[in-house]
């Protein structure tokens, strides 16, 4: 009578079920993290600018980035491809010995290639590839164009000298508001308020010119932002008109605080310091006159009586002095009893304009 052998009893079947589903579980949730891996590998090969060859061990071509393609002939069906097959704008053989140094001691290695027409340099960086399991399945090839480096490092060098002479002016509006300041207050109270007031404009005007540090600083802006900074309100206790006008950065600064000396002096003593008071502000661009000029006029209305003032302080040499020396302007003040007239001419200028454009 043969032998035969005891079938599997119904908790052995039960424990070898168990077993399976965990195996199996597992082996979906490796499935599901290689499959995002490879979902991330891809995203990133396509948004990536660096040229970027993967290559296995025999040298054939695994994945690669669009941006390769402006070294090496490469296209989709290529994969799988010898690397020595594919035609290329540099002389790659020359990199073959890398490569397999790379491979040998798993040491990364880097070195700087021409392409073949002399034009484009370009720094070959290699490195060993390691699978998902850490095993070296390859190497990873980066193209760096040197021109566009070297671009790039001018282009920092710039705005590290733009933004250390930015500092630089910046201190030295900040030292001589202060020290100006300090010249025409008569208490510490007058000067802390005066220092205060003026180095907010000056901080309001930076950020104007940080909005657009090319197309320069309009000028509706600058005078709107200085007025409504004192709580004016905007058609009952100001009006403003007039063309498009941007100012350069540094005009930009020494108008702003003309404006808030005037905004200051409406404030205490003028129209803005009673709530019927106004003030219309209007410029326009006068083409007859040599050379052609900006016209802005400051008007008060509905203030207290005005009266000279018994000496010039800090606005007054702004106004008159600063502007003249700056912009080769001319300040003319009227202080009509019905409210302060401030008329400003400053001649059109590159220097001082961005916008309109004029010729120096």
Not at 166 to 185: E, F, W
Not at 195 to 215: H, I, K, S
């Amino acid at each position: 009578m043969a032998h035969e052998e005891p079938g599997a009893s119904p908790e052995e079947l039960q424990l070898v079920n168990e077993e399976l589903t965990i195996i199996n579980g597992e082996l979906t949730h490796r499935v599901e993290e290689l499959t995002r891996a490879t979902r991330d590998l891809k995203s990133f090969l396509e948004s990536t600018r660096i040229a970027t060859v993967f290559l296995d061990n025999e040298l054939r071509v695994m994945n690669f980035t669009p941006a390769i393609t402006q070294v090496l002939h490469l296209v989709e069906t290529d994969t799988g491809r010898p690397i020595a097959h594919i035609k290329a704008r540099i002389p790659i053989e020359e990199l073959y010995d890398d490569i397999r140094r790379v491979l040998r001691t798993l040491a990364s290695t880097e070195r700087e290639l021409s392409a073949l027409d002399g034009g484009t340099r370009y720094i070959v960086r290699i490195l060993p590839y390691r699978s998902i399991d850490d095993v070296i399945a390859g190497v990873v090839v980066t193209f760096i164009n040197v021109p566009a480096i070297t671009r790039a490092e001018e282009r920092q060098r710039l705005l590290l000298a733009e933004l250390q002479h930015r500092v630089r002016n910046t201190l030295g509006v900040v030292r001589s508001i202060a020290r100006r300041s300090a010249d025409s207050a008569t208490t510490v109270e007058e000067y802390a308020s005066h220092l205060d007031g003026r180095l907010n404009a000056f901080a309001r005007t930076q950020a104007l010119v940080t909005r657009d540090p090319e197309g320069g600083v309009d000028l509706e802006y600058l005078v709107v932002e200085e007025l409504l900074a004192y709580n004016a309100r905007e058609g009952e206790q100001m009006q403003v008109s007039g063309p498009k006008v941007r100012f350069q950065p540094k005009a930009a600064e020494t108008f702003a605080l003309a404006i808030h000396e005037l905004a200051t002096n409406a404030l205490k003593y003028g129209a803005l310091s009673q709530p019927s008071g106004r003030v219309e502000i209007s410029w326009r661009l006068d083409e007859g006159a040599q050379p052609a000029e900006l016209v802005f006029k400051w008007r008060e209305h509905g203030g207290p009586q005005v009266k000279p003032p018994l000496r010039k302080g800090f606005g007054t040499e702004l106004l008159e002095r600063t502007l003249a020396f700056e912009f080769k302007g001319e300040t003319t003040l009227a202080f009509d009893p019905a409210g302060l007239q401030c008329t400003i001419a400053i001649p059109r200028s590159k220097r001082a304009f961005h916008t309109p454009a004029v010729a120096d």
